[in-house]
């Protein structure tokens, strides 16, 4: 079996994701060498690979949850290019893991044909070395004034000769209607390569869509491969800004008498936002992202994440107010915890060239330190401890603390000894991404955070594993792809190749797309 497949969307987190980790995760257990790819991703939540030459990499979180789908190691090459928002009107290039250039939306254009082609030699190095690959698309192939260069939905397809299904939100409401009109926006030759579609997050009984589903395979003469119900046991690593809602995770009772609440802020440009997730598997750790400044005030334990845009986001704390939450939460004695970005803005002083070119500007100073922004970007994967118990994790930022003027107690510290991150009393920062994933490092610290913030009736699980989490959501995907889709069709696409003879639905792509 030598194939692959397009999985597209009628939008923006219509499902792509994790409908790609289902079927890697569903190939996976019949056999199949499988593997992930999107050759371009937006996103400002990154995890860091080593490449074969043993320099750290960055590709979308997304990429990584699907490779741990489809039961491999994540390889920079599942992510070719990588889009890192800055601004409304910038994103820095990442290739190969590589920060290369940062552009805005008029000299990217010029840029598609290189990084075109380090897309699709990425692709065809993994068609050589695996059964089967399963792309994934971004955002809408029927996004008109991007088919130009288009190298990651219809262009993709039709370079590597694969079939698409597209996939809709149904809790969205409207998906017959995008279903429908994202082919009829497509050129001749691209509709050709739409294969069936798939409705995502029905709720209810499949029989009560018999009549939309019918109509839709009559009116474009396409199949819907099946309905997926909404299941509230999938959680996987959000990949845009779309996915972040006010609930991080899935709730469960606490072990104890009390919950303990997390309020995570959600910056304009937030970034590996996913790190909460790991508080969120702890039984009785209820987490939300916020911007109101009287969710800080009420919670337990306050998180500011990464960010993909360290001063200015800093600023717009201070502008919301939420930076004054932030000061009455520390010195109300409850725990404050500043993640990469966020640990940054704690400091005293940022002198920043690099990201915002604004020199020095003031932090909240809540941690003694000082962080200046250097033009390489560190990006490794980090090993060593921190309250005693082992930890792993990764970073990623320009941002370095200086030199330190007074003694500061390390958070963490890497295997080698050297020390990471700071603490001074309840306020807690670190660069390492991912720490919380390590399981008895997260029990110490939220018993610790829950007795700083009065509640002595939260109580820890014993036994939560943040891998058995995610590879219990990653099987659920499976499942539901086995179960609810038409998998001998799924099967002989991924085999063959596209459906031939399939009607062109009008109007189309205008003639100069």
């Given at each position: 079996m030598t194939g692959g497949l397009l999985v597209a969307g009628t939008t923006s987190d219509a499902g792509k994701s994790i409908l790609t980790a289902g079927i890697c995760?569903?190939?996976?257990?019949?056999?199949?060498?499988?593997?992930?790819?999107?050759?371009?991703?937006?996103?400002n939540n990154s995890v860091v690979v080593v490449g074969p030459d043993g320099r750290g990499g960055e590709i979308g979180r997304a990429q990584a949850m699907q490779a741990a789908a489809c039961g491999i190691a994540p390889?920079?090459?599942?992510?070719?290019?990588?889009?890192?928002?800055?601004?409304?009107?910038?994103?820095?290039?990442?290739?190969?893991?590589?920060?290369?250039?940062?552009?805005?939306a008029g000299n990217y254009r010029s840029m598609k044909p290189r990084l075109a082609e380090t897309a699709y030699a990425a692709l065809a190095d993994l068609r050589a070395e695996y059964d089967a690959v399963i792309c994934e698309g971004a955002g809408s192939p029927a996004e008109i004034n991007l088919r130009a260069g288009d190298f990651v939905n219809m262009g993709l397809a039709r370079h590597a000769g694969f079939p698409a299904i597209v996939v809709g939100d149904i809790d969205r409401g409207g998906v017959f209607a995008a279903l429908f009109g994202t082919v009829a926006l497509l050129a001749r030759e691209d509709q050709e390569l739409?294969?069936?579609?798939?409705?995502?997050?029905?709720?209810?009984?499949?029989?009560?869509?018999?009549?939309?589903?019918?109509?839709?395979?009559?009116s474009t003469g396409r199949p819907v491969l099946g309905v997926l119900p909404y299941d509230e046991g999938v959680w996987v690593d959000g990949e845009d800004s779309l996915a972040f809602g006010s609930t991080v995770g899935r709730e469960q009772g606490p072990v104890g008498t009390e919950w303990l609440r997390v309020a995570v802020i959600k910056l304009p440009r937030i970034s590996n936002a996913t790190?909460?997730?790991?508080?969120?598997a702890e039984p009785g750790v209820r987490v939300r992202l916020t911007r109101d400044p009287a969710d800080l005030l009420e919670a337990d334990l306050v998180v500011i994440p990464g960010s993909k845009a360290t001063v200015t986001d800093l600023e717009w704390l201070r502008a919301t107010g939420l930076a004054g939450a932030i000061h009455q939460h520390a010195a109300a004695g409850k725990p404050l915890l500043g993640i990469c970005g966020g640990f940054q803005m704690l400091a005293e002083r940022i002198h920043d060239e690099v990201e915002s070119r604004r020199g020095t500007v003031p932090g909240l100073g809540l941690l003694p330190v000082e962080i200046a922004f250097e033009p390489v970007k560190t990006l490794a994967r980090a090993t060593g401890e921190g309250l005693g118990a082992p930890v792993t994790g990764y970073e990623i930022h320009h941002g370095v603390v200086s030199p330190a003027k007074v003694k500061v107690n390390p958070f963490?510290?890497?295997?080698?000894?050297?020390?990471?991150g700071a603490v001074v009393r309840n306020v807690f920062g670190t660069h390492w991404h991912g720490a919380f994933e390590s399981d008895e490092f997260r029990r110490r610290f939220l018993t610790g955070a829950a007795r700083s913030a009065g509640r002595p009736g939260f109580v820890v699980a014993p036994a939560t594993s943040f891998s058995a989490v995610r590879e219990t959501?990653?099987?659920?995907l499976g499942d539901l792809v086995e179960e609810h889709l038409d998998v001998d069709a799924l099967w002989r696409l991924i085999e063959t190749g596209p459906t031939p003879g399939l009607p062109f639905l009008p109007p189309g792509a205008p003639d100069d797309v």
């Open positions: 995760r569903w190939l996976h257990r019949r056999g199949v060498k499988v593997a992930p790819f999107k050759a371009q991703n937006m996103s390889d920079l090459r599942f992510n070719p290019v990588l889009l890192k928002p800055g601004s409304d009107r910038s994103s820095q290039v990442v290739l190969l893991g590589e920060a290369i250039d940062t552009v805005t739409i294969a069936g579609y798939v409705i995502n997050k029905f709720r209810g009984s499949p029989e009560i869509l018999r009549p939309g589903l019918d109509m839709i395979t009559a790190d909460a997730e790991a508080l969120a963490l510290r890497y295997a080698d000894g050297r020390a990471e959501a990653l099987d659920l």
